[in-house]
């Protein structure tokens, strides 16, 4: 699972770093940005889109405390769906809780590192079964 994290967080932190680049004026979205991603995976026809056109890009734009706002959200639709004893939406709502949180981290210079390390820290101070 850390290994997935870390590999959400890097495409999260590309489009952060093209959104930046946007704000700079760098791309003012007039041209194609050369980094394109695959929207479609089937089908002859694989449409393209830009970095700066995904539910990332446009989820940075709103700032961090929309990107914030969204964590809370998701975490509420898990608590819901938990306490529906619903297991496949609370697997649903995890992953959209899960990559608000690793787009939450990149918005405040939070890596998945420090998230581990912190776990470390609590697992040596209190054990692994104690508040980790």
Do not use: F
């Amino acid at each position: 699972m850390a290994e997935q994290l870390q590999r959400l967080y890097q495409a999260v932190h590309e489009v952060s770093a093209l959104h930046a680049e946007e704000e700079r004026g760098g791309n003012n979205g007039t041209a194609p940005h050369p980094k394109l991603v695959q929207r479609d995976q089937t089908g002859a026809g694989k449409s393209k889109i830009a970095l700066t056109d995904t539910k990332t890009a446009k989820l940075l734009r709103k700032g961090h405390l929309k990107v914030a706002q969204k964590v809370g959200e998701e975490a509420v639709e898990v608590v819901i769906a938990a306490i529906g004893e619903d297991r496949q939406a609370v697997i649903c709502e995890s992953a959209d809780l899960l990559y608000h949180l690793v787009v939450l981290w990149n918005e405040t210079g939070v890596t998945p590192d420090d998230v581990w390390d912190e776990m470390r820290r609590r697992e040596k101070a209190r054990g692994l079964a104690e508040k980790l």
